[in-house]
Every structure is written in C-alpha cells, then in structure tokens.
C-alpha cells in the first residue's frame, strides 16, 4: 500500500522553526520527485518545494526561499522539510506529496502565532 504520512507540525512563535517529516512507503521513493504543499483557509493549495529524486534539483516558493529547506533521506523512504523564520502567513496546513501517483499525505498542522 502506498503511503505518505507526515509528522513535525505544531504551535509555534514567530521567528521559530520546525522539521516536518514524511515518512514514505509501498513504491521507490529513492527514485520519485517528492513535494511539499501547503494549504490555509481561503487561498489555494500552494507548492512550498519540489526535491528531484537524487536530490540534485529543487525548487521553492519565492515566499519562503531562504527560510525554508527541503531534503531527503533515501535511505530512511523520508522527505524533510525544515522551516526557519517563521511568520504568521506560513500558517497552513503542510502536505508531502508523491508527484508520480498524485498522491497526497494526511496533512501536518503548522500554526505560527504568539
């Protein structure tokens, strides 16, 4: 069975971090692209970054390039995403999404807020 499940979310303040993981099963996530997505009340779903298969191509959102960083552990079947700087507006919900199979995860609650 094919699987994304995401972990990592939480309540946190401004100007913190956090790790999101994805922890993938059921296919060869060494040789996927893998995405992270977001998505908040009122606006529409939103592509955070893309990481190649190798790891060697990736792609971010102009709203959160230098802040954020996407990796991979093909070793672990893991997608990353660490998340520094954090603002109010990265307030979502934060999907991993297996761009192969359009198939999303869960979902994972990030809340930025004092």
């Known amino acids: 069975q094919v699987q994304l499940v995401e972990s990592g979310g939480s309540l946190v303040q401004p100007g913190g971090s956090l790790r999101l993981s994805c922890a993938a099963s059921?296919?060869?996530?060494?040789?996927?692209?893998m995405s992270w997505y977001r998505h908040s009340p009122g606006k529409e779903r939103e592509l955070v970054a893309r990481?190649?298969?190798?790891?060697?191509?990736?792609n971010y959102a102009d709203s959160v390039k230098g802040r954020f960083a996407i990796s991979r552990d093909n070793a672990k079947n893991t997608l990353y995403l660490q998340m520094n700087s954090l603002k109010p507006e990265d307030t979502a919900v934060y999907y991993c999404?297996?761009?192969?199979?359009?198939?999303w995860g869960q979902g994972t609650q990030v809340t930025v807020s004092s």
């Open positions: 059921g296919f060869s996530f060494s040789l996927n692209t």
């Open positions: 990481i190649s298969s190798t790891g060697l191509v990736i």
């Open positions: 999404y297996l761009n192969s199979r359009n198939l």
